[in-house]
DNA sequence: GGCAATTTGTACGTATGTATA
DNA sequence: GTATACATACGTACAAATTGC
């Protein structure tokens, strides 16, 4: 998403509705308010709240009909791997439980991209996959290089190279799952070496189309992650 | 999504746009008329057209700016897990490709759903997957039960579950992709009750709480019509 | 069936931004 | 650079359709 003043009025309207919603001020049960009510609260015009409307009811989150008004949908409904929802979402409940959700969804996604990738990849997809490793292979020692995004690359690249369309557009989600997870998981600095190391073994088992050893690799360097957010889940209870 | 007689104007629109979109009619290069000559193809308002614009762009076809007009993204930006986006690509190219891409993903997905629902489900999460299969058992001989709605229960409530809403929401996914698995995997009736027998087993490994078998269960059950899919391409080749 | 409330659809005017000459 | 033309962005006003009482 581009900066706010970027953005039009609709798509600024659709922002703090969309937050609303999914941060509850508005529930299934109250709904929103009419047309008219909301031209004054934001003291726009109905066009650009119609407009709005019509964003949020395309990514799940309401529906309106004539009479009964606007109505917030069950969460059940809500698109949730659309970049925008995902992101008011997190903006509202940063949790650890949301994010020990995120790691199931990569211990599931992650393993099998990158055995797709080992099967499936194409040389210039696994290039990829080479130069973010060597990014964050650089960002070892060089303050001035962001490991952090580097490992984001690095993940991306596999879905991108997995081949499969679904796999690849889950890389927004796959990258605030593991930013999210990031910041959770590396409290000590000085391990940034063992973590390189581990996603060179990966690129490796990758290049070498070795698609059983990567997949478990994956699972290990995901399941580790999880280890440590459910001590302190229940560090937290 | 509803009857399209009861979709209003807007919402008719944006399916026949998103369509031509998804479809080719339209592409990266060429982008879209301009909101007037869409006016007048479609013989309504330019209110409509910019509502059914602002849906499109919700879902990641098209971005606007004045004077460079309508703009298809690029492919990649697409929300592929929308339900309208879903269903128009599949109205396009309903390729044996596709269905592997489809047969992937439930290979990620469905296998830890499985697992993460023999984990964490709630008893009744695991009633609503046996009542499914009550069913999946009558439909066996009783034509007036659909062992394919059942079916598509089943995997559905496995999902819920596994009680993470990312798994959950993918739900209409795995229907469509489960859909089109069933279309191209079951050419010879008869073989039903061997079908519910697989069914029944994942059930019990759940019940029992055996995430691991479960998981492996779940696995060889897509691995067989992914067998199913590829010989079909390769007979095709 | 009639009435009221609310969204839906239409029409048109002005403002703003942006590519191009 | 500046001006111009063109396309979307935004606003207001009104008529139509739908639904609950």
């Known amino acids: 998403m ?11 309207v659709t922002n703090e509705l969309g ?11 109250s709904g929103l308010p009419t047309e008219a009510k909301l031209c004054e609260e934001y003291g726009i015009s109905r066009t650009a709240i119609r407009e709005a409307v019509k964003m949020l009811a ?8 004539p009479r009964q008004g606007i109505l917030v949908e069950p969460a059940a409904n809500w698109n ?13 409940s940063p949790s650890l439980l949301i994010l020990k959700e995120f790691l199931q969804m990569r211990l599931a996604v ?3 991209a990158a055995a797709l990738a080992a099967k499936f990849g194409s040389d210039d997809a696994i290039d990829r996959i080479e130069l973010a490793l060597d990014v ?8 001035d290089v962001s490991l952090h995004d580097a490992d984001l690359a690095f993940h991306t690249s596999i879905l991108y190279a997995s081949n499969n369309r679904f796999f690849y557009q889950l890389r927004d989600f796959i990258s605030t799952a593991l930013n999210v997870t990031i910041q959770h998981t590396t409290p000590a600095k000085g391990n940034d070496q063992s973590v390189v190391d581990d996603h060179a073994k990966i690129y490796q088992a990758i290049r070498n189309r070795q698609s059983d050893q990567v ?4 699972t290990d360097l995901i399941e580790e992650a999880i280890v440590v957010i459910e001590a302190k889940i229940k560090q937290q209870a």
């Open 58 to 65: 395309a990514k799940g989150l309401i529906s309106s009909r």
């Open 110 to 112: 992650e393993p099998e």
């Open 80 to 92: 949730l791997y659309d970049t925008s929802v995902l992101k008011w979402m997190l903006a509202s």
């Open 136 to 143: 964050m292979q650089q960002a070892v020692g060089d303050p």
């Open 2 to 12: 581009a900066r706010i003043e970027n953005l039009n009025l609709s798509q600024r």
């Open 215 to 218: 997949k478990s690799m994956m």
């Open 19 to 29: 937050q609303a919603i999914i941060g509850g001020h508005y529930t299934s049960e």
